[in-house]
């Protein structure tokens, strides 16, 4: 076959325009040109696309079946001239991401929407999970780059930076003995379970002779909802509105608790491509806005 795109280009002006004539001065060519274009493009597939009755052109049964083909492989032909341009330009062709599940979501949202704007060619990979899974997806090599809760020593074969910062608090369910004693004291958190972040290596201090452990903010969030116990969490794992019942922040002045830390990490040793720099510029930016 020696059918070109530009002859189905005009195939698909045709049947959308309703006529050859109007087809051609849609593309701005002689009538006999794209008459030729459309009776070649038939002889080179083997079967009539239109039947001509005075000016119109309509499509036939076969006609209609390849309009949405033809359509198809000029949308992919414009898909490929974007991608080489991009890549022409400089562009980087692919980017593969790990987010810790607990990071604020809004703040992920708009980062992809933002992603997805500004390189529209980008083959983007997103793997999601705790702390330590998205460590191990960058260990493991199936993600360049990682944002995760920095709460444990990596090891040194990761390059790391911080980021940023999220606030965190004390959380119980609503209807729990703690929010009758406000503002309370560390004896008080002492006499009920405490649901501790533990991660390899690594658990945060504990103010309750009580524990029960997980490696997932998510999962502690939901054991709080359930009235198994209090915890410290990020504040926007604790406000999600996706519980069964809605936590509530307890407040403790002799416990100060510290921003947790943000941090980004990647092999040593590996440079970062521009789209990898901008997606952490504009991550760090995003997670300064309120939680």
């Known amino acids: ?5 530009e002859q189905l280009r005009q195939f698909v002006i045709t049947a959308e325009q309703g006529s050859i004539s109007a087809a051609a001065r849609h593309l701005g060519k002689a009538q006999s040109a794209v008459s030729t274009a459309i009776s070649m493009l038939e002889a080179d597939l083997g079967v009539e696309l239109f039947t001509r009755s005075g000016r119109s052109a309509q499509l036939t049964e076969a006609g209609r079946v390849l309009l949405m083909e033809a359509r198809e492989l000029l949308r992919q032909a414009q898909e490929l001239e974007q991608r080489a341009q991009s890549l022409a330009a400089g562009d980087d062709a692919s ?40 460590a191990g997806y960058v260990e493991q090599q199936r993600a360049e780059i990682a944002f995760h809760y920095d709460r444990e020593t990596v090891h040194d074969y990761f390059d790391q930076r911080h980021i940023s910062t999220v606030p965190q608090g004390i959380f119980v369910a609503s209807g729990h003995p703690l929010l009758q004693e406000q503002p309370v004291s560390r004896k008080d958190l002492m006499q009920y379970r405490q649901l501790v972040m533990h991660t390899d290596g690594d658990e945060e201090p ?17 054991m709080v909802a359930d009235d198994v116990g209090w915890a410290i969490l990020p504040l926007n794992v604790a406000t999600d509105d996706s519980y069964p019942k809605p936590l509530k922040q307890v407040h403790c002045p002799s416990l100060v608790l510290p921003l947790l830390s943000v941090r980004m990490l990647w092999l040593q040793g590996q440079a970062l491509n521009p789209t990898a720099r901008w997606v952490e510029k504009r991550f760090a930016e995003l997670l300064k806005r309120p939680v």
């Open 1 to 5: 076959m020696q059918w070109s795109l």
């Open 95 to 134: 980017l593969s991401l790990a987010l810790d599940e607990a990071l604020p979501y809004t703040a992920i949202r708009t980062l992809i929407r933002e992603i997805s704007d500004r390189f529209p060619q980008l083959e983007l990979t997103l793997l999601n999970g705790t702390a330590a899974e998205v």
């Open 206 to 222: 504990t103010y309750s002779t009580r524990l029960w452990h997980s490696d997932s903010f998510y999962s502690i969030a939901e």
